[in-house]
């Protein structure tokens, strides 16, 4: 259905479209949407397939503007549509995805519409809060905060919200999972901020210290940058410099790896995480249940 809908009357468009939905991805959100689904009695109905579609479209689309922001070169191991194309064909091609998503919305019913455009409205603005610095008054993690809760988790929260919609799940749970899915949407991003710092590339297939490299602010750098301790003056030092140079880069992921922010972004996420299995008590024990418990459980403690 996803390589459906990415087709165009024009070839061009569509190879433009099909692109990065044919390099693959982890399918997060229509996973949620179909998992979220089995809390009611129609879980395979045609609109939470249609759901499940709508959300991927969008996060997708979502990409191709991100990596005209972020100038990027790869993504999922393939060439961007800026890089492969340009910008103006990169930015079109969201475009028209977000149309097909739209055109698919439309045909969930007007309250599904509405939904998508409260989604699509804080997706943007998360990415725009991104752009902006926090203000003198502002927590910097606060801020990184928002802007998390916007970029990722309002979709992945629709996700779950739709899944339990069109499977025919009872208005309690479908508040439940509709925050369930905004605290693990969250968790998510807040996972791969670890991971930019803790893993191998071997491991999860990242280069490590990516974010660092080019300056992202991630929750284990904003917590270091917390620090008071004597002891992390040249670590601060060095998250406040230039680390294009890779011997700079390298002594600070290094530092940053033995620092305790580490393990104190570790359990902040999974004190996430078992906030959102708490929501879970709206669902029927069962195996359903159970699954979306380990769907956090995965997201809080992954290593790819």
């Not at 030092?237 to 002594?251: I, Q, S």
Request: net charge negative; glycine share 6%.
């Amino acid at each position: 259905m996803l390589a459906e809908h990415c087709q165009s009357r024009i070839d061009y468009v569509s190879k433009a479209a099909e692109h990065l939905m044919a390099a693959g991805g982890k399918r997060f959100r229509p996973l949620l949407v179909l998992l979220a689904a089995e809390t009611g009695p129609t879980p395979a109905s045609d609109e939470v397939l249609t759901a499940a579609c709508v959300v991927e479209l969008t996060h997708v689309a979502s990409l191709y503007h991100d990596d005209v922001m972020d100038e990027a070169d790869l993504r999922r191991g393939a060439d961007t549509a800026n890089a492969r194309w340009d910008n103006h064909v990169a930015i079109l091609t969201g475009d028209f995805l977000f149309g097909r998503s739209s055109e698919l919305t439309a045909d969930l019913g007007p309250d599904a519409v509405r939904i998508q455009a409260r989604t699509f409205t804080r997706l943007v603005e998360g990415q725009i809060l991104e752009t902006v610095e926090p203000g003198p008054d502002e927590d910097p993690l606060a801020h990184y905060l928002e802007v998390v809760a916007g970029k990722t988790g309002s979709l992945i929260a629709t996700s779950a919200l739709y899944g339990a919609m069109f499977g025919g799940s009872s208005p309690e749970v479908r508040d439940a999972l509709r925050a369930y899915g905004e605290i693990v949407g969250s968790a998510f991003q807040l996972s791969d901020d670890i991971l930019d710092i803790a893993s191998e590339s071997d491991e999860s297939g990242k280069t490590p210290g990516t974010d660092l490299r080019e300056g992202v602010p991630t929750l284990p750098v904003l917590m270091a940058k917390a620090s008071t301790d004597p002891a992390d003056a040249r670590l601060l030092e060095l998250l406040a410099a230039d680390l294009a140079d890779d011997d700079l880069h390298a002594e600070a992921l290094d530092l940053l790896r033995k620092h305790p922010a580490m393990d104190e972004a570790r359990a902040y996420v999974l004190a996430q995480a078992t906030t959102a299995k708490s929501l879970l008590a709206a669902l029927e024990p069962g195996s359903v249940r159970t699954a979306l418990e380990s769907f956090a459980d995965t997201v809080a403690t992954r290593s790819a």
